[in-house]
């Protein structure tokens, strides 16, 4: 026994090993992602002070940023050995010896949790898995305080690394929304592979889905709405499993969801919400089946296997006449009433087929579910009518794995959802004959693919996320609109990215302010502009390249007769290129005279200047870099892009009249608002409410790089809305979803809603 539990430990210190070796990879790129951002603020306009903090802010991250990351690396590799042994850490808590937590330490504190309880909300599900798995390893109860797995730990060390490589808070807080979203990808990756590791192991293959239901749904609020200073950890869990039922428990959630509401971000609310829902149906389950989750995940017994081969080979046949495909053949509600009524019929007979409680109660949920589902009325009838068509394959799945009723994320429940969410006021001219043909594929696939399960839905709903992308953004007048927003993303980026990279090389370079300022925000986007209309490599682009490093020699100290002349000589067609490039941003001749006089100023004091001279080395190198610039350039997030909405409307050359440009500007957004802006579905509808105007759009198209998103109206009129200004809508209230809950939580709520009401029909 002893070498039985030597082994299951030696597992669980191997899953941590694991773990922080994924995540750690994430450092890297991120301390590079936080450089490139604050040279991005650097070169944003602002007052003298302001404007002094960026530089310094940046200059030390720098300096420091490489011993943040590999002090963070090394600590959590010290904290991964430590959970493998006895921890005694929280023992001493008790001992009496009390102080006041110096103010330092609490702002830390504030800092970690606040990234923790992001984290959190990203990665609940994976981290749950895994946190279940090492407690049935380690035969605990909760994993230590002090455990690298949990998200609190884990910001913690990297908040106290940061302070302790010399970087302030503040520098902190400028970055901290993309230290949030680049340590939640990695971290999910990260939790996903040890559930791996330990699962090619052995260890838990199958997630009880009754062990998952240990707390009720105003402790999941409690843990998710912590505050930043409170003394708890966002993973620190309820204990007492009792559920409703219990003397005060309905005053306890009212209480906790209405803390939740001001503390946690909308898109969490939701989250919450739909996990109490499945969670209630889980329990109600446990209650009323006896055997319900230990029997779950088995194929079906012979006679509903039978009985389902039967009815899947002749749907066509069997089924009432609404179900029946017909060329031509127009839809309505009746039709929708008799596909319900065959489907109820079908349930029945199943029920009598079943042999097993869990299989009778699955068979009636998901009857209750399609029932919900095809009572929507906003919803045409055509698609009711095929959506009906998947409730036997849906069956299927639900019999076999556990983790259809328990998991949002289960590729059928992903389907429905998502084409539900489109067809939604379908009969609005921005979707159409299209979709229709659309949905009507997908259940054909998968009625073709019964034996195939969940495989089968994954495969379609990647096709329909690929068809959406497709369709919204090349219907009418979008096209034009979506191809012109992409080039002024990808030129705004690019300019970005070559002003940061030209900053890099000109960093400890003697280069006068005036030269800087105008390679940093004119040249930047000259060669940004060329290499996106003619190429990188081509000539034209070369050669404005080439200006760049000719302009910073000319303008440096010349100690010698022969360089001064060299300039001289040089200077008339060093000037004619750079009107030229000027020229291609359509800059007037009177900003060019008066760019080309500062500089023609500038190389003049550059022949009486005493500092250093820069070396021919020097200059061929940076020319050689630029040469190949984008070879330099990364897919890094470059922040909120400055967009022109005149300039904007002009290239799109269609009546302004037509699309409304809402740019960068308006209130600040929470990151929390940021994240939800960016998990926004294809597809979906939402009520928007811009100057005025209250309207009903569709979510159409979102650029490459996430700053650009256009909503389509059944008018025909086009939003395009910048990113940051989208989440200000989204915090307003000025952009609010149709849908509150997606179609299959609404649908388990009603059929929880009835089965509570009438729990005997489930085995009835």
Known sequence: ??????????????????????????????????????????????????????????????????????????????????????????????????????????????????????????????????????????????????????????????????????????????????????????????????????????????????????????????????????????????????????????????????????????????????????????????????????????????????????????????????????????????????????????????????????????????????????????????????????????????????????????????????????????????????????????VQVIEQYPETGRRVFELVYDEFKKFLSKFLSENGSAARVVSIAQQVEQKETMTIQYTIEMRSMLNDMPVREEIREFLFKIWAEVLALTAMRNGPQHEETMTLKSVAAELVWAASAKPNRAERAKVISDLPKLLQVLRMGMTVLAMDIQSQDQQLKVISDTLADAFMSKTDAISSERIDAMAKRLSNLEDYLSDEDVGDLPLDTEALVMMIGIDASDIDVVTDGGGQPTEAMRAWAQELQLGAWFSLDHNGRIGHVQFAWRSDRKQLHLFASADGRHVLIQARRLAAYLQAGLLKPTEEEALTVRATRDALAKLEANPERLLG
């Open 1 to 442: 026994m002893a070498d039985s539990n030597h082994t299951q430990s030696a597992l669980a210190t191997q899953a941590r090993d694991v773990f922080t070796a994924h995540v750690a990879q994430a450092l890297p790129d991120i301390a590079k992602a936080i450089l490139g951002k604050l040279a991005v603020l650097m070169d944003q306009p602002a007052s003298a002070p302001v404007a002094r903090e960026r530089r310094d802010a940046w200059l030390a991250f720098q300096a420091a940023g490489k011993a943040w990351a590999n002090g963070t690396n090394k600590a959590w590799r010290a904290a991964t050995k430590q959970a493998s042994q006895s921890m005694t850490a929280t023992s001493n808590l008790g001992s009496g010896d009390l102080q006041l937590m110096d103010d330092d330490v609490m702002e830390n504190k504030i800092l970690a949790s606040r990234l923790a309880l992001h984290l959190l909300d990203v990665a609940t599900w994976e981290l749950r898995d895994l946190r279940l798995r090492v407690q049935n390893l380690d035969k605990i109860s909760e994993l230590q305080a002090g455990d690298i797995f949990r998200p609190d730990v884990l910001s913690r060390l990297m908040v106290e690394q940061w302070t302790d490589a010399g970087l302030s808070r503040d520098t902190w807080l400028a970055v901290q929304d993309l230290i949030q979203a680049r340590l939640a990808e990695h971290l999910v990756e990260a939790y996903q592979k040890a559930n791996e590791f330990l699962v090619e192991r052995g260890v838990m293959p199958d997630i009880d889905l009754h062990s998952r239901v240990k707390r009720t749904p105003s402790s999941i609020v409690k843990a998710l709405s912590a505050t930043p200073v409170a003394a708890s950890s966002p993973l620190d869990e309820d204990q007492n499993q009792s559920s409703f039922a219990g003397k005060g428990g309905g005053v306890d959630s009212a209480r906790e969801e209405n803390r939740a509401q001001t503390t946690t971000s909308p898109l969490a609310r939701a989250r919450m919400r739909a996990q109490s829902v499945v969670g209630n149906l889980q329990r109600l389950l446990s209650n009323q089946v006896a055997g319900f989750d230990e029997t779950r995940g088995a194929q079906p017994t012979p006679q509903l296997a039978q009985a389902l081969a039967v009815m899947t080979a002749s749907q066509a046949a069997e089924l009432d006449a609404a179900l029946v495909d017909e060329p031509g053949r127009v839809y309505g509600p009746e039709h929708v009433e008799q596909a319900n009524a065959a489907l109820r019929q079908r349930t029945s007979s199943l029920k009598k087929a079943a042999s097993t409680s869990t299989e009778k109660a699955t068979i009636e949920i998901v009857a209750l579910m399609f029932q919900s589902i095809l009572a929507e009325e906003r919803i045409p009838p055509t698609v009711r009518v095929w959506f009906a068509r998947l409730q036997m394959p849906v069956l299927r799945v639900a019999i076999s794995e556990p983790g259809f009723f328990g998991s949002l994320q289960h590729p059928a429940r992903r389907l429905i959802d998502r084409m539900g969410s489109c067809v939604l006021s379908f009969d609005a001219g921005v979707s159409g004959g299209a979709m229709e043909v659309e949905v009507k594929r997908i």
